[in-house]
């Protein structure tokens, strides 16, 4: 799988937008681009995958540049609960029954009241 | 509310006990894991089961031994652990296809003394 890049930790105001980047230029044509996040104490929990189209669902959207180097989850109105550390995982198809997800140090969002 | 229940979510056990973790989902899921994860630090992947079937074992120390008794279930039996395996635990589930995103549990947190 294509390695990815996170900055360390990002902060946003309470009610603004968290656009959160993620770096993959070594990413393959068949690679998806996935994100997780995980708040204190709970376990991971999956916010939205896409290949190379935009895409959208109640929690986030995911915006994957023409080139599919880079992406970008962006948070439209970031809460309190936002706050958690957001992993950006590239996936690759295997032909497999399971799916092994390696993760990464991701970012670790703070959402300032 | 997570649809992965992971029991006991707290536990304490001296280097020479035997205990086990226990996970369960009801989502028809065919593929489940067992992730550690250290304090600050992104989970790290132990086991994959995939259709009960053990499939993947990340060099995991044989005093973790996992089990898959049946599609629901999957339990981690601990045997003569060192203090640095003190850990967040998680157990995760997916449908079984490449691509489709794990459902996570809240994690057992194992202190050992």
């Known amino acids: 799988d294509a390695k990815t890049t996170q900055p360390t930790s990002m902060d946003c105001a309470e009610g603004r937008a968290a656009n959160l980047p993620c770096n993959h230029s070594?990413?393959?044509?068949?690679?998806?681009v996935y994100w997780y996040r995980q708040i204190h104490s709970q376990g991971p929990q999956y916010i939205i995958h896409g290949l190379k189209n935009n895409e959208t669902n109640e929690m986030a959207s995911l915006i994957i540049t023409e080139d599919r180097k880079s992406s970008t989850l962006i948070l439209p109105h970031a809460t309190l609960r936002d706050t958690a550390v957001y992993y950006c995982?590239?996936?690759?198809?295997?032909?497999?029954?399971?799916?092994?997800?390696?993760f990464g140090p991701g970012t670790s969002l703070s959402v300032i009241p | 509310d997570t649809e992965v229940t992971q029991t006991p979510k707290h536990l304490v056990m001296g280097m020479t006990n035997k205990k086990s973790l226990k996970c369960e989902q009801h989502?028809?899921?065919?593929?489940m894991y067992w992730y550690k994860q250290k304090a600050k630090k992104p989970p790290e992947l132990m086991f994959v089961y995939s259709y009960e079937k053990l499939s993947i074992n990340e060099s995991v120390p044989s005093r973790f031994s996992p089990e898959c008794p049946n599609s629901s279930l999957l339990n981690l039996h601990l045997h003569a652990l060192q203090p640095e395996d003190s850990a967040l635990y998680l157990c995760a589930s997916s449908q079984g296809q490449t691509y489709q995103p794990q459902h996570f549990g809240d994690g057992t947190r194992l202190s050992i003394l």
């Open positions: 070594t990413i393959s044509g068949n690679e998806y």
């Open positions: 989502m028809g899921h065919r593929a």
């Open positions: 995982i590239v996936r690759a198809r295997e032909g497999t029954s399971y799916d092994k997800v390696i």
